[in-house]
């Protein structure tokens, strides 16, 4: 067992707001949980969000598979959080300690192998969804675009969370410049009101893969920008939610994108403009960030948009692509059409 994963065993059942059945109901218990801003935060796990006969439900990777925490809880009396939205608020984390335990304690019932597995978005209910545009260096030199003076925020809403393995509908009646954009995705443990970026990474609770997925003719259409970020399966993320204290410095990570195979974009976070905490920090100034938010930190060089137009072949239906982020694991996903 991992000296993370060790403490967060030690001390989740400690600090946790949650006890065994005939306490809170889970909507209660979430409730209570946001009032302080998210309960204790789990450490050192890697959670998924499993597809399951329609549903979803909790699961953390272990070293013998991935744990589905439902059904490892049956028959427990065991309040365990039904996804990875109820642990980052700290719901049922006292039950998630004790099922995760058995698990890596030779317990493997409820283990599933990797390879089996289906995933939801990462994260499925967040109350925002910022998304930063214009943050790296060589993409703004790419696009020919004047470097931001401040962060460039606009958003996406939870019709666009897509999981690692789905497929995109692409609305080819509307558009046809489909693009892909590589992201590394922040989402917030804790409460974020007036942060400072010295203290601003102490509120996350952990990182995703991500694709800012975009139809650039409806993104270019107006001076908005929303309508084409925004379409249904536009943000795909996942497969894994990182607890931050197995990534570390967020800006010293690889990320990449390859399209059929090909790698089309290949940088590392360090080229940022504004790091992870200068953009948590500086959203934290203007509206409160609650456990669960979720940023997406913009992409880097290589997008279809930034090539000269005789060299732009849009993306189209039955393309595959695949996002990976060191550390945070490989997101894939394909095109399709919207019925």
Known sequence: MSTTRRSFLKTAGAASVVALAGSLPREAEAA?????????MARGLTLCNLRRDGKLSLGVRLAGGVLDVDRAAQGKKLLVPASTDDAVRGVGLEGLQRV??????????????EGEVRFGPAITRPEKILMMGLNYRKHIAEVKAPT?????????????????????????????????????VVVVGRRMRDVSAAEALTHVWGYCTGNDFTARDLQQKTSQWMLGKACDGFAPLGPWLVGAEQVGDPQTLRIECRVNGEVRQSS?????????????????????????????????EGVINGKPPDQQVWLKPGDKLTTEIEKLGKLEFDLGTRA
Do not use: R, W
């Open 32 to 40: 209570e949980a946001a009032k302080g801003g998210g309960g204790p």
């Open 100 to 113: 995760v335990a058995e698990a890596e304690g030779g317990k493997k019932g409820a283990l599933l192998p």
């Open 148 to 184: 931001p003076t401040s962060p460039t925020f606009f958003n996406k809403f939870n019709n666009a969370l897509l999981g690692h393995g789905g497929t995109v509908p692409l609305p080819v009646k509307a558009a046809t410049k489909f693009d892909y954009e590589a992201e590394l």
């Open 268 to 300: 590392n976070t360090s080229d940022m403009i504004y790091s992870c905490a200068d953009l948590l920090s500086y959203a934290s100034q203007h509206l409160t960030l609650e456990p669960g938010d979720i940023l997406f930190t913009g992409t880097p």
